[in-house]
């Protein structure tokens, strides 16, 4: 007998904090480069959350005040181009330019010696960077929805959709091709505030990265909003031009990870395929799980976070 979840049925999900409900900081990074983030609870367990795309800090709203109130300091920062952060001057985006803004913020600025990183979409990609780059700054890693570590033979696990010939084949993947390989005319296709806000939100909804009826109306305008505008739209589009020869200022690091990792899965997610299972049991050494999370896609942390806020505590809080 299959088992299929009717999303449905999914539990009443913690509320959603307001807009303004956090106090936004902002900290210099890198040379005319800020990042803005949320911090709360300081003092406790260094935790980082990093977002992906089409994403802000805001994916991170419904976990911030549990995971605090669960002893964690968490911060959350935007991206640089994203959000509130500022676009570089030079429009620098790449996978080790991230890391490095992150590891600046969180070692350099707030001074946390280590700390765990929960992550997802290419935040997962720029955790896995951050891991091998700066060895010994995490001490835990979550991870959900990704493209597991690149440097890992995944011989006989099946194809994966990482590669960008593979997009245009993908039947929820046109976003990656046209987005990479020709962001000017896509540009030039969503010419006003609404139109791009449109282009995010079918991610929340009609693209089948998330499950059904986890974002409603409301939220999918709190969540489309910072991408209103053209630039910093773009700056969410530079990490799919990397597979489309957009220059990098070096290659990521993506080899196995030996860092204790618990291990998410939203199998409502169309985008990521369910080799991402297989992969990531041979790409982390040390890890719990992979854990299936019924009624969850791609943005996990949101669509169950009454899930994802009992089990990071419970894994990587403090004892």
Known sequence: MTFRYDPRHRPSQPGRSAPDAFCVENVTVAERVSLAFVREGVG????????????TKRIWWRNIEALAAAGFEVIAPDLRGFGDSDLPPDDRHDIVTYSRDLFTLMHDRLGHASCIIAASDVGGVVATDMIHRFPGFADGFCVFNTVPPMGVDYSGIGPGNAMPEASAKDPTGDYRWMQGAFPDELATMLPSPEARRQWVAAMYTNRLWGSKYAFDQDAVDFMTEPFADEARLRAGWA??????????TELPLMDPIEVRTLILYGPDDHVIDEDFVPRCERAFRNRIGPLVIPGSGHFLQWERADIFNQLLPAVFGPR
Not at 48 to 54: A, Q, R, V
């Open 44 to 55: 406790g367990v260094p935790l980082l959350l990093i977002h992906g795309y089409p994403e």
């Open 239 to 248: 990490c799919y031009q990397l597979a489309y020869e957009r220059p990098m």
